[in-house]
Antibody, heavy 121, light 109 residues
Framework: QVQLQESGPGLVKPSETLSLTCTVSGGSISSYYWSWIRQPPGQGLEWMGYIHYSGSTNYNPSLKSRVTISLDTSKKQFSLRLTSVTAADTAVYYC???????????????WGQGTLVTVSS | EVVLTQSPATLSLSPGERATLSCRASQSVSNYLAWYQQKPGQAPRLLIYDASNRATGIPARFSGSGSGTDFTLTISGLEPEDFAVYYCQQRGNWPPELSFGGGTKVEIK
């Protein structure tokens, strides 16, 4: 059974870079779309981007200039970097596996438990 | 950019009742739509993909329908554990610009 676990600092200062890592256990890292999704407190979900096993990436246009997602297959980890953060980036950050069925998807299953990142000085 | 609008924002029902949740897309997404359930303090869980296919382990009381711009998630008889927030998610043309709806909260009446 695949499990995902986020790790990284829970507090980041404004204008600095937020960095998180997701570790995948119990399954293969091949052929999936490894994704980051965030949720500000009390609000809805926002897809940030994904990286495919092949290395190709796709980002939310609203974040594209600030987001980088990378993959380390040897460690079965993928990472998120978000630059120039502000208070508006305070959120629970989830990593998730994106699954494609035929030509549809990716659909997110499973998700990590999420990690709260607060942007504050 | 495809915008997903969910309605109602809140649905107040009693256990055993039928819940009908709506998700409307600003343009056609074919059947490229999924539904998720999120309970307080937990990560979302995939319920339905391709508009009408149940994910692994999802009870039969959950069903999805629709195509194009109008979609529905139906819970045929609410169990106590079904009171939660539900989100729809679409995948547009490839490479996809993914997005979620704003959510519907199903609360106990």
């Amino acid at each position: 059974q695949v499990q995902l676990q986020e790790s990284g600092p829970g507090l980041v200062k404004p204008s600095e870079t937020l960095s998180l890592t997701c570790t995948v256990s119990g399954g293969s890292i091949s052929s999936y779309y490894w994704s980051w999704i965030r949720q500000p407190p009390g609000q809805g979900l926002e897809w940030m981007g994904y990286i495919h096993y092949s290395g190709s990436t796709n980002y939310n246009p609203s974040l594209k200039s600030r987001v980088t997602i990378s993959l380390d297959t040897s460690k079965k980890q993928f990472s998120l970097r978000l630059t120039s953060v502000t208070a508006a980036d305070t959120a629970v950050y989830y990593c998730a596996r994106g699954v494609v069925y035929g030509i549809t998807g990716p659909w997110f299953d499973p998700w990590g438990q999420g990690t709260l990142v607060t942007v504050s000085s | 950019e495809v915008v997903l609008t969910q309605s109602p924002a809140t649905l107040s029902l009693s256990p055993g009742e039928r819940a009908t949740l709506s998700c409307r897309a600003s343009q056609s997404v074919s059947n490229y739509l999924a539904w998720y359930q999120q309970k307080p303090g937990q990560a979302p869980r995939l319920l339905i993909y391709d508009a009408s296919n149940r994910a692994t382990g999802i009870p039969a009381r959950f069903s999805g329908s629709g195509s194009g711009t109008d979609f529905t998630l139906t819970i045929s008889g609410l169990e106590p554990e079904d009171f939660a927030v539900y989100y729809c998610q679409q995948r547009g043309n490839w490479p996809p610009e993914l997005s979620f709806g704003g959510g519907t909260k199903v609360e106990i009446k």
